[in-house]
């Protein structure tokens, strides 16, 4: 189904993208129902030289899809079945697939799992190509570690269309497309039609036996500690206890691979710092294990905090809104992410306590820490198009709002915290002992700003490291016109 601007579905599909302070004006809107109708649409596009963008969950938080240039939008929101796929004995998941259907549809359907994000309504295909990561990571590994194939369009040097199944089978002559799939992003080589789910030692037909089991049970404990309780050594204590807690247990096989946490150190006219921590409720002495950890990121921080300790089926942890949802009319963002290696140096923590403290700043910003290695630190760095293997925290600086004539102020002070916490690596994560690049999935078009990457290491190097020459050997592959590009698309080699 083709809708244009005069189709009273057009302002509904048009705005579909969760970030209000990005718009486009597509000439043509595919609605795409099948495989086939994906084909089409692209081949339709190419032909009328219509350049092209794809929305699956919409939850892109960066100009990559709701951009003026845009003529042909491919939405594929309704391409959504998950089920079982005897030939290939994996789950087939279609890419307009939102991580809240699939969690039910597998798992109340086969009892299984794929670690994904915390969000219910982010779309499978953005989260998968960009490598995404969830609560289930730091036990079962990445998401794309368990990405067995994926169903592309793509358009050959002549323009023409095809659809190709790519596998991670050693054999599998499109095997570099399927790897192209693990972390470059989405919007790069083509069109995703599906995608396959099959863990690495899946053995057999069985259903049950191709994807992890989740937890029986999850214990989840939300810690509250008011901003106005709080000094600026009690803030540095807290961020320095996670941090070190993190660093001790984020190897490969630890005890606490199960607990995965977020610790959101809000800006102050928020009102609150809050951790949110879920574990393995059935686990032997998660209780215990799970008071350990919140004390040890408390201990010496002499503010009061709240507590709320809960166990209640894995299943309904999901859908408990525990790491808080979006508005998905009303929010305008802008955010930068960060993979940490180890934890943030004295001066970082003071120049984020200084930013997230200052009382002249009246939004609503954030310092997000998310757990992160365990099995995730256990595949090695080219294996998938996740280049960043030895992490213990993944971060993501941002802010929300709702008032249009707030953009600037909301964009600056994002910026400047940013800028100022790597001030000795100009201005980014860079790659070294501390900071390991950023993550495409908190794609940030300032990277590619000299302006605000001064750090002389181009953008394709934060995100995709020693990655990125390959990546463009698959773009040189499949997509040799370069019809699927955006500011942050994988590059033609020279
Ligand atoms: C509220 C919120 C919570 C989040 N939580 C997490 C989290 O817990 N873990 C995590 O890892 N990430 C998280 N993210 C980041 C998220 O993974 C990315 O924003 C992801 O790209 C969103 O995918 P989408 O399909 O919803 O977005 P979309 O905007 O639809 O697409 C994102 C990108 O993928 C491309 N794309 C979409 N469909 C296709 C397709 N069929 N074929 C080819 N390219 C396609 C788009 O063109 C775009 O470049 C979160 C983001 C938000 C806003």
């Given at each position: 189904m083709t809708v244009t601007?005069?189709?009273?579905r057009y302002d509904y599909l048009g705005d579909?993208?969760?970030?209000?302070?990005l718009v486009s004006r597509p000439e043509v809107i595919h609605q795409v129902f099948t495989a086939q109708q994906t084909e089409q649409a692209v081949a339709e596009s190419v032909a009328a030289g219509r350049r092209i963008a794809v929305r699956s969950g919409?939850?892109?938080?960066?100009s990559l899809v709701d951009?003026?240039?845009?003529a042909s939008l491919i939405d594929v929101s309704r391409l959504n079945s998950v089920y079982y796929d005897p030939e290939h004995a994996a789950f087939s998941i279609d890419s307009g697939a939102q991580l809240g259907d699939i969690y039910k549809q597998l798992y109340l359907g086969h009892g299984v799992v794929i670690p994904?994000?915390?969000?219910?309504?982010?779309?499978i295909a953005g989260y998968t190509q960009g490598g995404g990561f969830g609560a289930l990571c730091r036990e079962q590994g990445l998401i794309v570690d368990h990405l067995y194939g994926v169903e592309v369009v793509v358009v050959d040097g002549t323009g023409r269309t095809r659809t190709v199944l790519a596998t991670?089978?050693?054999?599998?002559?499109?095997r570099d497309l399927w790897w192209g799939h693990t972390?470059?992003?989405?919007?790069?080589?083509g069109v995703v039609t599906r995608f396959l789910f099959r863990s690495p030692d899946a053995t057999g037909n069985d259903p049950q036996a191709a994807l992890p089991t989740p937890p029986r049970s999850s214990l989840v404990a939300t810690v509250r500690w008011s901003w106005d309780g709080m000094s600026e050594q009690g803030f540095t204590r807290l961020v320095d206890n996670h941090g070190a807690w993190h660093a001790e247990h984020s190897?490969?096989?630890?005890?606490?691979?199960?607990l995965y946490s977020s610790l959101v150190l809000s800006s102050?006219?928020?009102?609150t710092l809050s951790l949110v921590a879920e574990m393995d409720?059935?686990?032997?002495n998660a209780a215990a294990m799970m008071d350990s950890y919140l004390d040890a990121v408390h201990a010496g921080v002499r503010a009061p905090r709240t507590v709320d300790k809960k166990t209640m089926p894995w299943i309904t942890a999901v859908y408990s809104d525990l790491f808080g949802s979006v508005s998905l009319t009303d929010n305008r963002y802008k955010g930068k992410g960060a993979y940490l290696r180890r934890p943030y140096s004295a001066e970082q923590v003071a120049t984020m306590y200084k930013h997230l403290a200052d009382p002249s700043f009246a939004g609503r910003g954030a310092v997000n820490l998310l757990s992160y290695g365990g099995r995730?630190?256990?595949?090695?760095?080219?294996?998938?198009?996740?280049?960043?293997?030895?992490?213990?925290l993944k971060v993501y600086t941002g802010a929300a709002w709702a008032d249009p004539s707030r953009d600037e102020e909301n964009i600056a002070w994002v910026r400047n915290i940013y800028r100022e916490m790597h001030a000795a690596t100009g201005g980014v994560p860079v790659p070294d002992e501390t900071t390991d690049g950023s993550y495409i999935n908190y794609p940030d078009i300032d990277l590619a700003d000299p302006a605000w990457n001064?750090?002389?290491?181009p953008w394709q190097a934060l995100y995709f490291k020693d990655n990125y020459a390959r990546l463009q050997q698959v773009k040189a592959a499949y997509d040799p016109g370069d019809v699927f590009r955006h500011p942050l698309s994988v590059g033609l080699p020279d």
């Open positions: 601007p005069d189709d009273p579909r993208g969760c970030n209000r302070r919409g939850h892109c938080l960066e951009r003026p240039d845009v994904g994000g915390t969000c219910p309504t982010v779309g991670r089978e050693p054999d599998d002559p499109n972390g470059a992003g989405g919007g790069n080589f190897g490969v096989g630890s005890a606490y691979a199960s102050r006219a928020a009102g409720g059935s686990s032997r995730i630190n256990a595949v090695d760095p080219a294996a998938t198009a996740v280049a960043q293997r030895d992490s213990i001064t750090s002389g290491l």
